[in-house]
């Protein structure tokens, strides 16, 4: 799968500084799917392959506010598909892996957790989510578009936010979410079509 994850490296109009963030290359075509919330708004978009070589993407198009969701484009032929497993099969206590780019120095990580919940519900920026994958695979910042796969190396679930604290300021460990693949692969192939 670590083939098939990519560094996503963008730069806002006005900020300082490299936002860092992960994404799935999805067919030969060189299409990758990644969150929508770390390539909009963006002057640049810069894909690092996992053999480091660096090419220039386009934002081909995004479903947001709807699901977070955004298909770039690079090179055809630069990095394999990853397969997409069946996300509706997911069983509580399933072992999963998530792969990605945390912290902006990790390239190509790998923690491994369980499935803890299915069908959860939860609100991101203001958008309602009611079938997001809950996982105790450790998520950083810069995991977000990434891949979460199960162990036969098939992508189940994209990464997209992490609990921290409570409402009351409590810290809190373990709470991952990640939009179910087949969601994903859909929106991206009404994107792309």
């Known amino acids: 799968a670590r083939a098939s994850v990519v560094r996503i490296e963008s730069r806002r109009r006005g900020e300082p500084g490299v936002d860092v963030g992960s994404g799935v290359v999805i067919d030969g075509d060189g299409h990758i799917v990644t969150n929508a919330h770390g390539v909009l708004g963006t002057d640049s978009l810069r894909i690092f392959m996992p053999d480091g070589v660096e090419q220039q993407a386009i934002l081909i198009g995004h479903d947001a506010p709807f699901t977070d ?65 809950q996982t105790a695979a450790a998520l950083n910042n810069g995991n977000s578009g990434g891949a979460l796969v199960n162990l036969a190396g098939q992508f189940i679930g994209m990464p997209t936010a992490v ?19 087949n969601r994903v692969m859909t929106v991206a192939r009404a994107i792309i079509v």
């Open 69 to 133: 969701v955004a298909v770039l484009q690079v090179a055809p032929g630069a990095a394999p598909p990853l397969d997409a497993g069946d996300s509706d099969a997911v069983r509580l206590g399933e072992t999963v892996v998530a792969v990605g780019n945390p912290l902006s120095e990790f390239a190509g990580s790998v923690s491994a957790g369980v499935i803890s919940g299915t069908g959860r519900s939860r609100t991101f920026d203001g958008v309602r989510y009611t079938d997001l994958l």
């Open 163 to 181: 609990l921290r604290e409570t409402a009351s300021g409590l810290p809190v460990e373990g709470i991952g979410f990640a939009i179910p693949a």
